[in-house]
C-alpha cells in the first residue's frame, strides 16, 4: 500500500468514497481504484485492430474505470500471432492512436500487456511456434518449446522495451508485464520449468533476471512518466515450482528493483491448476485475498497493490481500499459484464448492474477463436454498450411473450424499453425457467442475477407478467397482440433404446424434475443414484453433486471418453475436481443397457467397445440428463389464428445461456 499516491480525500457523496477517491501512478492521476483487468477480445483482424477493439475499451472508460489493461500484445520478434494486434516494429500506428485518444480523451489510463504464453497452451493440440526457458513439455498440452538463447533473451527484453516505448509515443500510458498465470516469464521464474544454465537459469537471482532486466529496460526507453506494472505468480499448485514461499521470494526481488508503479498477483499455471486463475461460485469470494496481501508486502514503500480474483459487488471493492488491503480494484469479467460498472455503483444505481456470474463462457468463446461474449451481457463490444438504452420503436405493437425464462425475459424487456406494450406468460410462480434450478444447485447462486436483473428491467418497463400460467391460445388471443414470441424452453428427450413402459411407471426420472422434487429434502437418503449423462454441461454435474449429499453413492455414466466434453477447459478441471473429491464413480464409454431389470434396483451398463456389463445395485434412483427438444404445442394453434409469431431460446432448439439472452436481446430490438 502506498499511501503516498493519494492525492485527495475520499469523496463522500457516493456509498464507496475510497472506491472512488483518485489515485496516482507514475504521476497519472487515475479518477478512481477501479481497474479493468485484461481479457482477449479477439477484437483483432490479421494482427490489426480492429473498430471494434476501441469500441470495447471506449465503452469501459465511459463506463468509469480509472485503467484498462488490454489483451497480450505481438510486442516482440517471436510473436506474430494474426490474433494479437502487431505492436513491434511500430505496426499499427494509426490504431494505436485512436485508441489512446478513445480511451485516455475519457480520462482512463490505457495499458498495453507484455506477455507471451511460452510453451504454455490450453487449446487443442500443441503449439509448434512456442518459445520457452527450457526445452520441457508444458505440463497441460505436452508442447515442447524452442529454447531461447542467451542472446534471444537480451533482444526479446529489448523489443519488448521498445515496443513499450513505441505505445508510449502513440498515446498510451502505461504497460503490465504479465509474470503468471504460468505463462512465459512465470515459466522462466519456476525450478520446474526453467533448467537453464546461464545467467537466466539457475538460483533464485538467475530466474527472476529476466523480469527484473525487463523492468529496467522499459523504465529506461519509456521514463518516470509511463505507468509500468506487473502481475506477479501466487502459488500455481505444481509441484516443484513455485508455493506460497517461493512466490514470496520472487515477490522480494521484484519489489526491490523500485521500479513497478502497480503489482497484482494470479493464481495456477498451464497445467491441472489453470481454472485456478478463473474462480468460480464454486468456492470461496476474493479467494486470494488474505495471500495477496501478504505477497503484496515487499512492495508496500515502493507500488500500489491490486487486488484481484472474484470481484464483483462495489461493496467489495470498496471494504479492499477502505480497509488498506489495496490501492487498485482490478477486475476482468464483471467489466466485460457490464462496463459501466464503476459508473452505476458511485451513482448510487447497484440494482442496474448486470452482475458477472462467473460462468467463464468468456474464456470459452475466445478459447474457440470467436470474439469476446457472456452470459449476462449479450451485446459486448456493440459501439453503444455502456449503460445502453434501446431506440424506440416508430410503431409500439402489442407483444405477447410466453416463457418466462432468460431468452423470454430478455427479449420481453427490450421490447418494452423500446415502447412496445408487453405480456409475458409464465409457467412457474417466478421467472428464470430452468436458470431458476441451476441457480438452487451447488456453484449456480450467482445465475439468479441474470434472471433478477431481467425482471427488475421489465417491471420498471411496465412488462404484464403473468405467472403460474400455463397458457393457452385463449390467453394469448386475449391479448390481441400483433406478434408472439415463443420461449417456452425444451423437455429431455427419453433416452434412446430405453423401453418407454419405464417412463410411464415413473422408474426412469428426467434430472431436472427431480431435483425440483429433492431440493427441499432436507436428509440424507439411502442407496445409489445412477444418472445417465447424454448432457455434459454444469448443470448435470452440480446436481450430481448435490445427490453425492443426499445419497451413499452417485454414478455417472456416459457413451464418451470423458465427462463434461461441452464444457471450457477451467469450468471442466474445475467439475472433475469436485466429482472425485465427492467420490462421484464416473463410468465413461459405457451405455445404459435396455434389458437391465429397473424395477428391481438393479441396473447395468454395457462398454459401448467391448460389450462387458457392469452391474449396481441398490439403485435408489435411476435419472437421465440428455438433449432437449422444443416445446412447441402453440405452434399450430398460433397458425391457426393468424398471430405472426418467433421462436427464441430452448423453443427453437437447446441453447446455452450465453445464446438464450444473446437471441431474446436481439429480437427485442429488432420486434
Not at 279 to 295: F, V
Not at 401 to 408: H, I, K, M, R, T
Not at 566 to 577: K, N, S
Given at each position: 500500500?502506498?499511501?503516498?499516491?493519494?492525492?485527495?480525500?475520499?469523496?463522500?457523496?457516493?456509498?464507496?468514497?475510497?472506491?472512488?477517491?483518485?489515485?496516482?501512478?507514475?504521476?497519472?492521476?487515475?479518477?478512481?481504484?477501479?481497474?479493468?483487468?485484461?481479457?482477449?477480445?479477439?477484437?483483432?483482424?490479421?494482427?490489426?485492430?480492429?473498430?471494434?477493439?476501441?469500441?470495447?475499451?471506449?465503452?469501459?472508460?465511459?463506463?468509469?474505470?480509472?485503467?484498462?489493461?488490454?489483451?497480450?500484445?505481438?510486442?516482440?520478434?517471436?510473436?506474430?500471432?494474426?490474433?494479437?494486434?502487431?505492436?513491434?516494429?511500430?505496426?499499427?500506428?494509426?490504431?494505436?492512436?485512436?485508441?489512446?485518444?478513445?480511451?485516455?480523451?475519457?480520462?482512463?489510463?490505457?495499458?498495453?500487456?507484455?506477455?507471451?504464453?511460452?510453451?504454455?497452451?490450453?487449446?487443442?493440440?500443441?503449439?509448434?511456434?512456442?518459445?520457452?526457458?527450457?526445452?520441457?513439455?508444458?505440463?497441460?498440452?505436452?508442447?515442447?518449446?524452442?529454447?531461447?538463447?542467451?542472446?534471444?533473451?537480451k533482444g526479446m527484453i529489448d523489443d519488448f522495451a521498445q515496443s513499450s516505448a513505441w505505445l508510449k509515443e502513440c498515446g498510451?500510458?502505461?504497460?503490465?508485464?504479465?509474470?503468471?498465470?504460468?505463462?512465459?516469464?512465470?515459466?522462466?521464474?519456476?525450478?520446474?520449468?526453467?533448467?537453464?544454465?546461464?545467467?537466466?537459469?539457475?538460483?533464485?537471482?538467475?530466474?527472476?533476471?529476466?523480469?527484473?532486466?525487463?523492468?529496467?529496460?522499459?523504465?529506461?526507453?519509456?521514463?518516470?512518466?509511463?505507468?509500468?506494472?506487473?502481475?506477479?505468480?501466487?502459488?500455481?499448485?505444481?509441484?516443484?515450482?513455485?508455493?506460497?514461499?517461493?512466490?514470496?521470494?520472487?515477490?522480494?526481488?521484484?519489489?526491490?528493483?523500485?521500479?513497478?508503479?502497480?503489482?497484482?498477483?494470479?493464481?495456477?499455471?498451464?497445467?491441472?491448476?489453470?481454472?485456478?486463475?478463473?474462480?468460480?461460485?464454486?468456492?470461496?469470494?476474493?479467494?486470494?485475498?488474505?495471500?495477496?496481501?501478504?505477497?503484496?508486502?515487499?512492495?508496500?514503500?515502493?507500488?500500489?497493490?491490486?487486488?484481484?480474483?472474484?470481484?464483483?459487488?462495489?461493496?467489495?471493492?470498496?471494504?479492499?481500499?477502505?480497509?488498506?488491503?489495496?490501492?487498485?480494484?482490478?477486475?476482468?469479467?464483471?467489466?466485460?459484464?457490464?462496463?459501466?460498472?464503476?459508473?452505476?455503483?458511485?451513482?448510487?444505481?447497484?440494482?442496474?448492474?448486470?452482475?458477472?456470474?462467473?460462468?467463464?463462457?468468456?474464456?470459452?468463446?475466445?478459447?474457440?477463436?470467436?470474439?469476446?461474449?457472456?452470459?449476462?451481457?449479450?451485446?459486448?463490444?456493440?459501439?453503444?454498450?455502456?449503460?445502453?438504452?434501446?431506440?424506440?420503436?416508430?410503431?409500439?405493437?402489442?407483444?405477447?411473450?410466453?416463457?418466462?425464462?432468460?431468452?423470454?425475459?430478455?427479449?420481453?424487456?427490450?421490447?418494452?424499453?423500446?415502447?412496445?406494450?408487453?405480456?409475458?406468460?409464465?409457467?412457474?410462480?417466478?421467472?428464470?425457467?430452468?436458470?431458476?434450478?441451476?441457480?438452487?444447485?451447488?456453484?449456480?447462486?450467482?445465475?439468479?442475477?441474470?434472471?433478477?436483473?431481467?425482471?427488475?428491467?421489465?417491471?420498471?418497463?411496465?412488462?404484464?407478467?403473468?405467472?403460474?400460467?400455463?397458457?393457452?391460445?385463449?390467453?394469448?388471443?386475449?391479448?390481441?397482440?400483433?406478434?408472439?414470441?415463443?420461449?417456452?424452453?425444451?423437455?429431455?428427450?427419453?433416452?434412446?433404446?430405453?423401453?418407454?413402459?419405464?417412463?410411464?411407471?415413473?422408474?426412469?426420472?428426467?434430472?431436472?424434475?427431480?431435483?425440483?422434487?429433492?431440493?427441499?429434502?432436507?436428509?440424507?437418503?439411502?442407496?445409489?443414484?445412477?444418472?445417465?449423462?447424454?448432457?455434459?454441461?454444469?448443470?448435470?454435474y452440480a446436481a450430481a453433486e448435490f445427490l453425492a449429499d443426499k445419497f451413499d453413492h452417485v454414478v455417472l455414466v456416459t457413451?464418451?471418453?470423458?465427462?463434461?466434453?461441452?464444457?471450457?477447459?477451467?469450468?471442466?478441471?474445475?467439475?472433475?475436481?469436485?466429482?472425485?473429491?465427492?467420490?462421484?464413480?464416473?463410468?465413461?464409454?459405457?451405455?445404459?443397457?435396455?434389458?437391465?431389470?429397473?424395477?428391481?434396483?438393479?441396473?447395468?451398463?454395457?462398454?459401448?467397445?467391448?460389450?462387458?456389463?457392469?452391474?449396481?445395485?441398490?439403485?435408489?434412483?435411476?435419472?437421465?440428463?440428455?438433449?432437449?427438444?422444443?416445446?412447441?404445442?402453440?405452434?399450430?394453434?398460433?397458425?391457426?389464428?393468424?398471430?405472426?409469431?418467433?421462436?427464441?431460446?430452448?423453443?427453437?432448439?437447446?441453447?446455452?445461456?450465453?445464446?438464450?439472452?444473446?437471441?431474446?436481446?436481439?429480437?427485442?430490438?429488432?420486434?
Open positions: 500500500m502506498v499511501s503516498s499516491t493519494d492525492i485527495s480525500a475520499p469523496r463522500e457523496e457516493t456509498a464507496y468514497p475510497h472506491l472512488f477517491s483518485p489515485i496516482e501512478l507514475a504521476g497519472k492521476r487515475l479518477k478512481n481504484r477501479v481497474v479493468h483487468a485484461s481479457m482477449t477480445t479477439r477484437y483483432v483482424h490479421s494482427g490489426q485492430m480492429t473498430p471494434q477493439f476501441i469500441h470495447y475499451h471506449r465503452n469501459r472508460a465511459e463506463g468509469g474505470v480509472a485503467m484498462t489493461v488490454t489483451e497480450p500484445l505481438n510486442m516482440m520478434r517471436f510473436q506474430s500471432a494474426l490474433g494479437k494486434i502487431n505492436v513491434y516494429n511500430q505496426a499499427n500506428e494509426t490504431m494505436l492512436k485512436r485508441a489512446a485518444e478513445a480511451v485516455e480523451g475519457a480520462d482512463t489510463r490505457l495499458i498495453g500487456q507484455v506477455q507471451d504464453p511460452g510453451r504454455g497452451r490450453h487449446q487443442e493440440g500443441r503449439n509448434m511456434q512456442a518459445i520457452g526457458a527450457s526445452a520441457l513439455p508444458d505440463d497441460l498440452s505436452w508442447t515442447v518449446p524452442l529454447a531461447l538463447s542467451t542472446d534471444d533473451v498510451w500510458s502505461g504497460i503490465e508485464i504479465s509474470a503468471g498465470h504460468g505463462h512465459l516469464f512465470h515459466q522462466f521464474f519456476s525450478p520446474w520449468s526453467n533448467h537453464r544454465e546461464d545467467a537466466y537459469g539457475g538460483d533464485l537471482d538467475n530466474r527472476t533476471r529476466l523480469v527484473r532486466e525487463l523492468l529496467q529496460a522499459i523504465r529506461q526507453a519509456c521514463g518516470s512518466d509511463f505507468i509500468i506494472g506487473v502481475k506477479l505468480p501466487g502459488e500455481d499448485g505444481i509441484p516443484n515450482s513455485i508455493d506460497f514461499d517461493e512466490a514470496l521470494k520472487i515477490s522480494t526481488q521484484i519489489a526491490a528493483t523500485g521500479i513497478p508503479d502497480y503489482a497484482t498477483f494470479a493464481w495456477g499455471a498451464h497445467g491441472p491448476t489453470l481454472d485456478w486463475h478463473l474462480p468460480d461460485m464454486n468456492g470461496p469470494r476474493m479467494p486470494y485475498a488474505e495471500k495477496i496481501q501478504q505477497l503484496a508486502e515487499p512492495f508496500a514503500e515502493t507500488s500500489a497493490i491490486g487486488m484481484l480474483g472474484l470481484i464483483t459487488d462495489p461493496n467489495e471493492g470498496e471494504k479492499c481500499v477502505a480497509d488498506g488491503d489495496a490501492d487498485l480494484v482490478m477486475m476482468g469479467r464483471p467489466l466485460v459484464t457490464d462496463p459501466a460498472w464503476p459508473r452505476k455503483a458511485q451513482g448510487g444505481r447497484e440494482a442496474d448492474i448486470r452482475y458477472c456470474v462467473s460462468c467463464n463462457t468468456c474464456w470459452q468463446v475466445i478459447m474457440q477463436s470467436s470474439t469476446l461474449q457472456c452470459d449476462n451481457n449479450p451485446r459486448v463490444g456493440a459501439a453503444d454498450e455502456a449503460d445502453w438504452k434501446p431506440v424506440r420503436a416508430e410503431t409500439p405493437k402489442k407483444i405477447v411473450v410466453v416463457g418466462a425464462g432468460c431468452a423470454g425475459m430478455e427479449a420481453a424487456f427490450v421490447a418494452a424499453r423500446r415502447g412496445h406494450h408487453v405480456t409475458v406468460f409464465g409457467q412457474s410462480p417466478e421467472p428464470g425457467g430452468k436458470t431458476r434450478l441451476h441457480a438452487m444447485l451447488p456453484g449456480g447462486e450467482s445465475l439468479s442475477s441474470v434472471y433478477d436483473y431481467q425482471t427488475l428491467m421489465a417491471e420498471k418497463a411496465n412488462v404484464t407478467l403473468n405467472m403460474n400460467v400455463h397458457a393457452s391460445i385463449e390467453d394469448i388471443v386475449a391479448c390481441q397482440p400483433d406478434e408472439a414470441i415463443l420461449a417456452t424452453g425444451s423437455t429431455m428427450s427419453w433416452p434412446h433404446g430405453i423401453p418407454e413402459i419405464y417412463k410411464d411407471e415413473g422408474i426412469f426420472l428426467d434430472l431436472r424434475d427431480l431435483m425440483t422434487e429433492l431440493l427441499h429434502r432436507p436428509h440424507k437418503e439411502p442407496g445409489t443414484v445412477v444418472i445417465y449423462d447424454h448432457d455434459h454441461t454444469r448443470m448435470t457413451v464418451r471418453e470423458r465427462f463434461a466434453n461441452d464444457e471450457a477447459l477451467v469450468v471442466r478441471q474445475g467439475i472433475y475436481r469436485r466429482l472425485l473429491q465427492k467420490n462421484i464413480e464416473l463410468i465413461p464409454f459405457h451405455d445404459l443397457d435396455p434389458d437391465s431389470a429397473y424395477e428391481e434396483g438393479e441396473v447395468s451398463v454395457k462398454n459401448v467397445v467391448s460389450g462387458e456389463r457392469k452391474t449396481f445395485d441398490n439403485v435408489s434412483l435411476l435419472t437421465f440428463s440428455t438433449p432437449r427438444t422444443p416445446n412447441v404445442d402453440l405452434i399450430d394453434d398460433l397458425h391457426a389464428a393468424g398471430i405472426p409469431f418467433h421462436r427464441i431460446g430452448d423453443a427453437r432448439s437447446p441453447r446455452t445461456l450465453h445464446v438464450a439472452t444473446s437471441e431474446g436481446c436481439k429480437l427485442g430490438e429488432t420486434i
